[in-house]
């Protein structure tokens, strides 16, 4: 009897657990994300890796596989950026495409230029995390340059010629 019963539910479990359908394939909507320079018309360009704290503004391209009306949104988050806390979203925007459009172009801007750091961007579709992109933007070559000091420098007094000819007259007359 324990036999038939341990067989009996040895089958029963085998049997549900083989009858189960398997999960459906989640359809994949994104083609392609990358990030991207302005071109010389000021729209994204190529694909880039390497930013400077002088590109302004970033794009960030979100190519879905189909056209659709789908909700996409880029959060600009903040890694490793001086002075900016960890994790502080820098830019946040969204955009729900037409039924005929089939990619997002995101731009991200500053005020002035970017700050040098470490960046992610995270891609949500329909409020779902799909994606994250992460880069550095190095300082430039002219911005390293600059000096740190936001002091204001002295300038040095410039001595007039006419002052100087002034002093040695009067040195001739009276002394």
């Not at 694909?47 to 503004?57: C, G, I, R, S, W």
């Not at 659709?68 to 950026?81: E, K, Q, T, Y």
Request: glycine share 6%; charged share 25%; net charge positive.
């Amino acid at each position: 009897m324990k036999l038939f019963t341990i067989s009996f539910l040895t089958l029963f479990l085998f049997g549900t657990a083989a009858a189960q359908e398997p999960a459906p394939a989640i359809e994949p909507i994104i083609a392609e994300i990358f990030l991207a320079k302005a071109d010389i018309d000021g729209k994204a360009g190529n694909a880039a890796e390497n930013f400077l704290v002088t590109d302004v503004p970033i794009f960030c391209v979100v190519r879905l596989v189909s056209p659709g009306v789908v909700s996409v949104r880029m959060d600009l988050i903040a890694v490793n950026v001086r002075g900016v806390d960890q994790g502080e979203k820098v830019v946040t925007t969204s955009y729900t495409t037409k039924s005929n459009e089939d990619r997002v172009n995101f731009k991200g801007r500053p005020h002035g230029l970017w700050v040098a750091g470490k960046y992610r961007a995270e891609i949500f579709i329909s409020g779902k995390k799909v994606r994250n992109l992460e880069f550095e933007i190095k300082a430039s070559s002219t911005e390293a340059e600059k000096p740190r000091n936001l002091q204001p420098t002295r300038k040095n007094k410039k001595r007039s010629v006419a002052s100087r000819d002034t002093r040695q007259t009067f040195s001739r007359f009276f002394l």
